[in-house]
């Protein structure tokens, strides 16, 4: 159950930057701009690093998680391009009012869903899993391993594509053979047959309300 509960707090966090913050380059922990698998690792671990420091991120804090996605990840990700390939051809469908929605309603039910394996973190780091390819690419798949001392290490692929900006950004993340994008699309597909792209807005705002719900409960229990 640690193990389920560690990888939900970590697999999901490059995917949940959102739109209301804006974080200065010279701020950030990692480069965006240069090697790839570098950019990779110095996020993972800078991520780490805040959330061991941090004990309203450790209990599951919404607000302090927002914070964490708006000063460190926001950059590194394409978070319009995740939430499109999520919902997929029905995004062509959408209205800009509804494509707004849905990002911010698939940011919320994100964040609900993973802070609470936060408290997971404790001595992991990020490295590169061990390969002789290192050709850099526009479109790239990289790889790596959160090692513990305590823990088997855990397998974390990262989808990433160099933007017109010349900047890396993460749109996908693969857990131990599961591709998030992929996953949620799945669970999702039903909900967009039946009741379109309102109905998926609906399910996001339910889920959230749900989730928010129950970590209140959960720490009221603490």
Same mark, same amino acid.
């Given at each position: ?14 995917? =949940? ?27 993972? *671990? ?39 390939? !999520? ?10 009012? %509804?494509? %707004?929605?849905? %990002? ?16 997971? #973190? ?18 790239? #798949?990289?790889?790596? =391993? ?20 010349? !900047? ?36 996001? *705002? ?17």
């Amino acid at each position: 159950m640690q193990r389920r509960t560690l990888l939900a707090g970590l697999s999901a966090i490059p995917a =949940l930057a959102a739109f209301p913050g804006i974080a200065l380059a010279a701020d950030l922990p990692y480069d965006d701009k240069g090697d790839p698998f570098a950019f990779v690792v110095d996020l993972s *671990n800078a991520v780490l690093e805040r959330i061991r420091a941090s004990d309203s991120l450790r209990s599951g804090d919404i607000e302090s998680l927002r914070k964490l996605v708006d000063d460190v990840i926001m950059p590194a990700t394409d978070f319009t391009m995740m939430t499109r390939m !999520t919902v997929g051809p029905k995004w062509r469908q959408a209205t800009k009012e %509804q494509r %707004q929605q849905l %990002q911010d309603g698939f940011e919320l039910l994100l964040m609900r869903v993973y802070a609470g394996g936060l408290s997971a #973190v404790k001595d992991q780091k990020c490295e590169l899993r061990p390969t002789r390819v290192k050709d850099v690419k526009p479109e790239m #798949v990289i790889r790596t =391993l959160l090692t513990s001392g305590s823990e088997q290490p855990i397998s974390l692929d990262y989808r990433i594509y160099k933007a017109k900006t010349g !900047t890396w950004k993460i749109v996908d993340v693969n857990i131990e053979g599961i591709w998030m994008v992929e996953n949620y699309r799945s669970q999702f597909s039903s909900v967009l047959s039946q009741d379109g792209i309102d109905g998926l807005i609906r399910l996001f *705002n339910e889920k959230g309300e749900q989730l928010a719900e129950s970590m209140k409960q959960d720490g009221a229990k603490k």
